[in-house]
Every structure is written in C-alpha cells, then in structure tokens.
C-alpha cells in the first residue's frame, strides 16, 4: 500500500526533468521474521528528483539524487552523477559515480529457541540498527572500428561498509516497538575488536532467559569488476568475440570506509580471469 506522486517536464532546450514522491504508511509484514510471526514495518517518504542535458550533444550530464525518511526516524540519501561523452560518432565514454547512504532499525540478524519467550511461540528474534555505506562507479568504454569490428570495455569498483549495533527484539508480534539489549531490556556485554569482537547478551537481566553470544557481523565489503569484448565480424553473417573478465573481491570487518585502505586490500586480492573464444559461421545453404 502506498501512495504516489510523479511529474516530468522538457523544457525547450530538451532538457529533461522529473520530480518523484512515495508515501508508505506502516504495514505489516510477513517476511522480517524469516517465516516468525508477523510484526510492523515503519512508514516512509521518499523523494527524487531527476535532471540530465540534451541528450543529443557531445557531452550529456544526468544525476537522480534521492532522500527518505521513516517513522523511525531514518534517514536514506544517495547522489550519483552520470557523464556521456561522444568526441567522435564511434567512440563514447560514459562515467557513473554514485554514494549511498542507507539506515535501518529493524534488521534481522538471527533467531534462537528460548522456551521463555513465549510472545513469539518460543523463539527469539534478534534484531539490529544497520547503518550502510556504498560508494562505486560504472565505466564504459565503446568504439567502432568499422561496421564490422568493434570493442567494448566496462569496469566497476564497488566498495560497501555495513556497521551493525544496538542489538533489539520486537516487543510483541503484530507491533513495531522494539527493545534493546541493554537499555531497555536485559544486557549486553561487548568483547574485542574487529573480527574477534563478541556481544554476550542476557535479554531479560536476572530472568530465567539463557545468555547467548553474537559474533561481529559488520563488513565492508571491495570488488572490481571489468569486461573486455571484441567484436570481429570476418564475413558477412560470421563473427568472432574474443572475451576477458576479471573480478576480485576482499571482505574485511571495519563495518565502514576508507578509500586508501580499501583500495589496497583491493588490489592486493587475487583476481579471476576467464577468457572467452566464440565463433559463428554462416553456412548459407
């Protein structure tokens, strides 16, 4: 359910221009328990607004920012900016930058069978506050040889940082309070750092409920992606494409970014390569 809103314009010079607003009252949902009972979903707005050039010239600039806000109090925003260039009818360049900042109070972290527990049929969803950091950049290269041979080249490094932290449960199905470990119920006891950090938490203090133990799940996480395909077509009706790929990806558990240290680990990660060979041939029979 939810309500919304768009509009569009194109001005004379054709530029083009939009303006996009959601509105979502809170729901219920079935699915943020992992098959549990079902529990509330925070409401939202959402704007975006869109603005690129003339599409037909040389040089074509666009970007799509947006922002949310929920009933509990998050807040999303993300900005990219999109580059096309054309110096010549058969080269052309596109650069995509693009940052993503993103919230959430009510991500699932696990469950646990606890006989105490008795609201949720014996077992205990644990929950998190996430906030999430991406930053990344798509990059095409295109150029025509000729009608008959062509190269295309892409590459994407992509770096995402997710930091995890006052661990919660709803407190009744069907609602969207929650508590957390430590302030409002129980405790909660942090231990070590980085990959070896551990939080024992007892959900109900001096009460009859089991402690138990989570591991750090903050992450950041780096990749590159990148493609080269050359495009050769020796005769009418038959083609060759020559491909190489190659992607690398490294997972540490900072839970955010640094773009010297991520780029290091990056890099110094060892990458997979396929090469590729397809030819087809025109029998014309």
Known sequence: RQVQLFGFVTPLNYWNTSAFWLHRPEVFDDRLTR????????????????????????????????????????????????????????????????????????????????????????????????????????VRLNVTFSTRMTLELYAQPFLAGGHYYDFKEFAAPRGLAKNVYGRDIGTATVQGTGSSQTTTIDPDGAGPAATFTLGNPDFTFRSLRGNAVLRWEWRPGSTLFVVWQQSRSDVGPEGDLDFGRDTRSLFRATPDNIFLVKVSYWLGL
Not at 102 to 108: D, M, N
């Open 35 to 138: 098959g549990g009972p079902v529990v509330r979903k925070a409401g939202l707005n959402y704007y975006q607004l869109s603005v690129s050039t003339d599409s037909r010239r040389r040089l074509v600039l666009g970007t799509n920012p947006s922002i949310s806000t929920s009933s509990e109090g998050t807040h999303n925003w993300s900005g990219n900016l999109d580059i096309r260039v054309r110096p010549a009818p058969s080269l052309s360049l596109s650069l995509g930058p693009f940052y993503d900042h993103s919230e959430a109070r009510a991500q699932y972290v696990t469950a646990l069978s606890d006989p105490t527990a008795t609201a949720f049929s014996g077992v205990r969803y644990v929950f998190a506050s996430l906030t999430q950091l991406t930053l990344g950049m798509d």
